[in-house]
């Protein structure tokens, strides 16, 4: 199973980005998929899911910003980033793991497949 992100790049703040995943080895809508990102000196945290019937979740620090869809025919997942601010700059990693249950989609050490990372970089 191999996740590909892409999408990244730099913005200025207000900005929009689309992030991508798509999978290989394994059918997205079959799994709950999520999206972590990582600033420099900080730990890795979840910023959305999106479960295989559609619902999804958010960190409070990009609710009302940031969405989550899937494309089904593309095998893909996305993240739609609006209002982009300085403090969204990181490493944006999607994430997977088979058997992941709803209470446990916050929690990073619950996934054992991960993206490669594309980077994210909010200019004020």
């Known amino acids: 199973v191999q996740l590909q992100a892409s999408g990244g790049g730099l913005v200025q703040a207000g900005g929009s980005l689309r992030l991508s995943c798509t999978a290989s080895?394994?059918?997205?809508?079959?799994?709950?998929m999520s999206w972590f990102r990582q600033a420099p000196g900080k730990e890795r945290e979840f910023v959305s899911a999106?479960?295989?019937?559609?619902?999804?979740y958010y960190a409070d620090s990009v609710k009302g910003r940031f969405t989550t869809s899937r494309d089904n025919a593309k095998n893909t997942i996305y993240l739609e980033m609006n209002g982009l601010k300085p403090e969204d700059t990181a490493v944006y990693y999607c994430?997977?793991?088979?058997?992941?249950?709803?209470?446990?989609?916050?929690?990073?050490?619950?996934?054992?497949?991960w993206g490669q990372g594309t980077l994210v970089t909010v200019s004020s």
């Open positions: 994430a997977t793991s088979a058997g992941l249950i709803l209470s446990s989609l916050r929690l990073r050490d619950q996934y054992n497949t």
């Open positions: 080895g394994r059918t997205v809508s079959n799994y709950h």
């Open positions: 999106i479960t295989r019937s559609r619902n999804t």
